[in-house]
């Protein structure tokens, strides 16, 4: 029994070796809600112990970096996480737009309080900001007379 487990380790490490960089998908890999994924943690630690790059995305775009950066260090106890190698819908989206719109353009948003703090920190000039619900402006928007 100890001579597989040996076995298993062994090809786990070598996958581990194998590859520099490593790209975790955070909800529902990492953790789920507000509660860490058993071995997540330490699988993430050893890998920043062993130089490897650790990619961190999900595809919540009401998270900032500084919110994931805090679920980081409270889910899986790791002080010391790059944060710019951290990712989500809302930076992908910012930064999107910032090759997209042209000097002097503004953007009115519809969406989340996380989105509008997104673009605030990526200096994208939101003129506009709902909280209002989405479905009642594309009605008055589309409505036909």
Known sequence: RIQILFEQMAVYMNFLDKYDTFLFDC???LWHGNTAIEGAANVV?????????VLLVTN???KTRSILLKMVHALLSIGDFPSENMYS??????KYIKRK????EK????????LKEIMDESNIP???YGPFEPR??????CHKT
């Open 107 to 114: 953007v009115f948003l519809i969406g989340s309080p996380g």
């Open 101 to 104: 719109i042209k000097p002097g």
């Open 45 to 53: 630690t050893y890998l920043l112990q062993n130089k490897k790059t």
């Open 126 to 128: 939101v003129v506009g």
């Open 60 to 62: 919540n775009g009401t």
């Open 27 to 29: 909800d529902g890999v």
């Open 136 to 141: 009642l402006f594309f009605r008055v928007c």
């Open 89 to 94: 819908s809302g930076i992908a989206t910012t």
